[in-house]
């Protein structure tokens, strides 16, 4: 049974189709790349996946429930994880406050359900390698630090799918490997992720499946070998 499935989602706004019959499905504990050129509509489709955008035409479902119409604290309620393309941490709070605010926005049967409070933002702390630094101003950290607390506080939330763009945005290469860690471990623990990506090793590294779009649809998908050999990707980024 798939996790989530796309039939047809198209949107048009201004008059300009920005999405057009994208189609696909995501089973569980599947982690799959969503690649493309600039503009290839992206960033939109995770805003539909999280509830920001509605589709002008097609259905979204999740766990086989209708969700097109959800709003998004209802579908972050249902399991979904965003990690936004542009920090979204609090830069005036201390490394633990960040990850106890997050935690603590949960519903209170998924706070019980994750455990001891303090055990659980030193155990985010220390899967980003961030614990030493835990008293310190989250703004006090580099760019890929703050990428590392982003994705770790979003990662031990409880939820099921999660949604990562451009998660090794501004990291450096030590750090990519770091953020590949905590994937794997999502995997292992058999959480299902996109993630949009420009890294294309990267994503070869992790993904089990690699999605194309191109001007809003669908041009390509496969295992991330099938994908990075074939003639139709190399023609949409390199002409």
């Known amino acids: ?98 990850v106890r605010v997050a935690l603590e926005a949960l519903p209170r049967d998924k706070r019980k359900e994750l455990g001891n409070m303090d055990e659980l933002v030193d155990a985010t702390l220390d899967m980003a390698l961030l614990k030493p630094y835990a008293k310190k101003k989250a703004g006090s950290l580099s760019g890929g630090q703050m990428r590392l607390l982003e994705i770790a506080r979003t990662l031990t939330s409880g939820k099921e799918l999660f949604l990562l763009d451009e998660p090794t945005a501004g990291v450096s290469p030590k750090m990519t490997h770091q953020v590949a860690d905590m994937i794997s471990k999502l995997k292992q623990q058999g959480k299902t992720v996109l993630i949009i990506e420009h890294d294309l090793p990267f994503i070869a590294q992790i993904c089990d499946r690699v999605i194309v779009l191109d001007v809003g649809k669908v041009v390509l998908s496969g295992n991330p070998t099938e994908v990075r050999d074939s003639e139709e990707l190399k023609e949409i980024y390199f002409g």
């Open 1 to 98: 049974m798939s996790l989530l499935s796309l039939f047809s989602v198209s949107l048009t706004l201004n008059n300009h189709t920005i999405l057009n019959d994208v189609s696909f499905d995501v089973a569980q504990g599947e982690v799959i790349g969503l690649i493309g050129p600039n503009g290839s509509g992206k960033t939109t489709l995770f805003n539909l996946l999280s509830g920001f955008l509605k589709p002008t035409s097609g259905s979204i479902l999740f766990k086989d429930e209708n969700i097109t119409n959800v709003i998004p604290s209802k579908r972050a309620r249902l399991g979904f994880g965003r990690v936004f393309q542009h920090f979204g941490i609090f830069r005036d709070m201390t490394l633990e406050e960040n």
